[in-house]
């Protein structure tokens, strides 16, 4: 009787375990951009919520000067969320 709950323990374990990493799986293929607080959560090597020019990179860091629309040297949350979004997607990894 009790190898019977073991068996039905260990195969919700695998059914768990087989769940979660079909959730990253799609994750890691997402094509979806990140959302703006993502991207300062990522790139904010200092954590003052806001990013310089020396802390971005890849589309941003080529646009700064558009998306810093008050100039005054780093973008907030609200100029990232106003800012172009690149054609095609997240690029690969």
Same mark, same amino acid.
């Given at each position: 009787?009790?190898?019977?709950?073991?068996? %039905?323990? %260990?195969?919700?374990?695998?059914?768990?375990?087989?769940?979660?990493?079909?959730?990253?799986?799609? !994750?890691?293929?997402?094509?979806?951009?990140?959302?703006?607080?993502?991207?300062?959560?990522? %790139?904010?090597?200092?954590?003052?919520?806001?990013?310089?020019?020396?802390?971005?990179? #890849?589309?941003?860091?080529?646009?700064?000067?558009?998306?810093?629309?008050?100039?005054? #040297?780093?973008?907030?949350?609200?100029?990232?969320?106003?800012?172009?979004?690149?054609? #095609? #997607? !997240?690029?690969? !990894?």
């Amino acid at each position: 009787m009790k190898s019977k709950y073991i068996l %039905m323990v %260990m195969a919700c374990a695998f059914f768990v375990v087989a769940c979660n990493g079909k959730k990253s799986q799609k !994750r890691q293929n997402d094509q979806e951009p990140p959302s703006a607080d993502e991207i300062i959560k990522h %790139m904010d090597k200092n954590e003052d919520g806001v990013l310089s020019k020396e802390e971005v990179q #890849g589309p941003l860091k080529e646009m700064f000067a558009e998306i810093d629309s008050n100039k005054d #040297g780093s973008l907030s949350l609200e100029e990232i969320e106003k800012a172009p979004k690149p054609e #095609g #997607g !997240r690029p690969q !990894r």
